[in-house]
């Protein structure tokens, strides 16, 4: 659909901007509270984790020159005794997309301009029996608006976590047909073929929902269902880590985790969208590439 006014347009832009950045300080400071209650295990003796926060700036180009820059945004990354790795990023770029991306973006058939803002979250966890996870809610304005996000989960070991999954869909569902009945079956859907390894003809994991140029023509309905799924997220997954970071595991369980951290890097290389949008559009390469696990192995 056509853009509102660019007064409009630009309160719409501030508004999910920072609803963005601080869902990213709420999810923070939720996982640094995980890191301070565990209770036992290999790493219990570790120092809590904590949030190590890094600015990035989006080099100039095309008609940003004249600004200085395209935008950027922040990195917030722990190491810690629960999380293996976690990162937290929220950006805001804008900028023309290149001759050769151009088109490929609904709205940018008569003008190559953008502007994108979001928050993206990935966890490898230590705990081989807490399921890795993936989250990401954006905007993104070209000659039109919309959109897209969603948020998947990945145990280790699928056969054994089914009560994870259930809880992780019930969730997102409930999230779902408050804003819209159709939406689940149908997000539902959209994430079990995107988050697919044709190559292995496998699930990267046990899935969630995916939706994307989400434009009912109802912006204020858009926006609040794509806030109304960061605070599913914030809600469920917390609840699952505490009830699995306990749980003691063997070098077995190790190995199996390493490997299908495999597919994992596997999936985000080869099929990932976001990676390939990121790296088209000059985003910053270390924040892009977050996703993948500090360690991982192929049989």
Same mark, same amino acid.
């Given at each position: 659909?056509?853009?509102?006014?660019?007064?409009?347009?630009?309160?719409?832009?501030?508004?999910?901007?920072?609803?963005?950045?601080?869902?990213?300080?709420?999810?923070?400071?939720?996982?640094?509270?995980?890191?301070?209650?565990?209770?036992?295990?290999?790493?219990?003796?570790?120092?809590?984790?904590?949030?190590?926060?890094?600015?990035?700036?989006?080099?100039?180009?095309?008609?940003?020159?004249?600004?200085?820059?395209?935008?950027?945004?922040?990195?917030?990354?722990?190491?810690?005794?629960?999380?293996?790795?976690?990162?937290?990023?929220?950006? %805001?770029?804008?900028?023309?997309?290149?001759?050769?991306?151009?088109?490929?973006?609904?709205?940018?058939?008569?003008?190559?301009?953008?502007?994108?803002?979001?928050?993206?979250?990935?966890?490898?966890?230590?705990?081989?029996?807490?399921? +890795?996870?993936?989250?990401?809610?954006?905007? &993104?304005?070209?000659?039109?608006?919309?959109?897209?996000?969603?948020?998947?989960?990945?145990?280790?070991?699928?056969?054994?976590?089914?009560?994870?999954?259930?809880?992780?869909?019930?969730?997102?569902?409930?999230?779902?047909?408050?804003?819209?009945?159709?939406?689940?079956?149908?997000?539902?859907?959209?994430?079990?073929?995107?988050?697919?390894?044709?190559?292995?003809?496998?699930?990267?994991?046990?899935?969630? %929902?995916?939706?994307?140029?989400?434009?009912?023509?109802?912006?204020? +309905?858009?926006?609040?269902?794509?806030?109304?799924?960061?605070?599913?997220?914030?809600? &469920?997954?917390?609840? %699952?880590?505490?009830?699995?970071?306990?749980?003691?595991?063997?070098?077995?369980?190790?190995?199996?985790?390493?490997?299908?951290?495999?597919?994992?890097?596997?999936?985000?290389?080869?099929?990932?969208?976001?990676?390939?949008?990121?790296?088209?559009?000059?985003?910053?390469?270390?924040?892009?590439?977050?996703?993948?696990?500090?360690?991982?192995?192929?049989?």
């Amino acid at each position: 659909m056509s853009l509102p006014d660019a007064e409009t347009v630009a309160q719409h832009k501030s508004a999910a901007s920072k609803w963005f950045e601080a869902l990213r300080a709420r999810i923070c400071a939720e996982f640094e509270a995980i890191e301070d209650s565990l209770a036992t295990g290999p790493h219990q003796d570790l120092a809590p984790g904590r949030f190590s926060r890094k600015a990035w700036v989006r080099p100039a180009v095309n008609d940003d020159a004249s600004s200085g820059s395209g935008g950027g945004g922040a990195m917030a990354t722990m190491r810690g005794r629960v999380f293996e790795k976690v990162g937290v990023n929220v950006s %805001i770029v804008h900028g023309q997309f290149s001759d050769q991306f151009r088109g490929q973006i609904p709205g940018t058939e008569e003008d190559a301009s953008f502007w994108a803002s979001g928050v993206s979250l990935v966890a490898h966890m230590r705990n081989p029996h807490v399921p +890795a996870v993936h989250m990401n809610t954006r905007h &993104i304005v070209t000659g039109q608006a919309w959109f897209g996000g969603g948020a998947d989960l990945t145990p280790m070991f699928p056969e054994n976590h089914a009560d994870d999954a259930a809880s992780f869909h019930a969730a997102l569902q409930s999230t779902c047909d408050r804003a819209d009945p159709s939406y689940y079956p149908r997000f539902k859907e959209w994430c079990d073929e995107y988050f697919y390894l044709p190559h292995r003809d496998e699930p990267r994991g046990m899935g969630g %929902i995916f939706y994307d140029k989400l434009d009912t023509g109802d912006w204020d +309905a858009d926006f609040a269902f794509t806030k109304s799924v960061g605070e599913a997220f914030l809600d &469920i997954y917390p609840r %699952i880590v505490r009830s699995r970071m306990d749980q003691p595991w063997t070098d077995a369980d190790r190995e199996g985790q390493l490997i299908k951290r495999g597919r994992y890097v596997e999936f985000n290389l080869l099929h990932d969208r976001g990676t390939k949008f990121g790296l088209m559009t000059g985003g910053n390469t270390e924040a892009i590439l977050m996703s993948m696990p500090p360690e991982a192995k192929w049989p």
